[in-house]
């Protein structure tokens, strides 16, 4: 007598969310079909009784017999491997060993997450203005959900996908996440400041003010004494107060004589 052991295993599919093949499977009980020629109808009957009593098999039932071939549906714990032994146990009538046949089956499935890149705002940009379009490219052609910050983000053009955000004032993170059909995700982040404060502003306006007296002499503007070099040169920087329009100047020789000028400022 001889028979073929091919035995059928289905894997389903399953999505993942991240790019990992599924670890090899751990069976424990195969099903198995058992072929075994050469035998009549009362040797049918026997491997069905010794069959019942054989231990190592959690059943066998009669899938067919045709002519002197009978196919039987075998579940076995444990080791395919190992059933030539636990078949070569039964007294009668004789099992001996020819071939054995195994056969997997194995269901394809999508496990790469989208590809989601920023396009605007870039990373670390500084931003005046609340309100701003935050735009990101997912190029996969299988696409299901596009989120920005949270929220549903409409295709725009293409692969490119656009929101309109309010965002907050200062520095802050932005979240875009991509989902396919299948349900692999991935995230993309990026770190702007928003900054719609007018930077404080300070400004002194001073004015130059320069001229000749004779040599030896002290000149005052607004009252303030100013430098005066040996040949009777003076100038100065001279602050000018809010609503200030004229400007004093005044010069003493060296006898106490005085001579006073006031000049418009812009003139």
């Known amino acids: 007598m001889r028979f073929l052991l091919p035995a059928l295993f289905l894997l389903a599919a399953c999505a993942t969310t991240a790019p990992l093949q599924q670890p090899a499977p751990r069976f424990l009980t195969t099903e198995l079909e058992l072929t075994v020629k050469e035998v009549d109808a009362e040797m049918v009957q026997q491997l069905q009784s010794q ?11 009669l899938k067919s017999h045709t ?12 080791d395919v491997g190992d059933l030539p032994k636990s078949l070569a146990t ?17 269901a394809a499935f999508d496990n790469l997450p989208p590809t989601v890149t920023f396009i605007h705002p870039q990373p670390e940009q500084v931003l ?16 299901a959900q596009v989120t920005i910050g949270g929220k549903n983000a409409p295709l725009y053009k ?13 520095k802050q993170e932005i979240v875009a996440t991509a989902k396919d059909k299948a349900g692999n995700e991935t995230s993309a982040r990026v ?25 030896g002499s002290s000149v005052l503007i607004d009252g303030v004494e100013v430098s005066v070099d040996s040949s009777g040169h003076y100038k100065a920087e ?12 005044v ?17």
């Open 251 to 267: 010069a003493i020789d060296q006898s106490g004589n005085k001579s006073v000028t006031t000049k418009t400022i812009g003139e």
């Open 51 to 61: 069959f019942a009593r054989t231990t190592d098999l959690r059943s066998a039932q």
């Open 90 to 106: 039964i007294p009668a009538p004789g099992l001996k060993f020819v071939s054995a046949k195994h056969a997997y089956e194995y």
């Open 191 to 215: 770190t702007v400041t928003i900054d719609t404060t007018a930077p404080a502003l300070q400004a002194q306006i001073r004015l130059i003010v320069e001229g000749q007296v004779e040599a």
């Open 238 to 249: 001279v602050p000018v107060r809010k609503g200030q329009r004229k400007v004093e100047i």
């Open 158 to 170: 293409g692969t490119v996908y656009r929101l309109k955000l309010d965002l907050n004032e200062g």
């Open 67 to 78: 002519g002197k071939v009978a196919v039987f549906t075998v579940m076995y714990p444990g």
């Open 128 to 143: 005046n203005t609340k309100d701003q379009y935050v735009i990101v490219e997912v190029p996969d052609k299988d696409v």
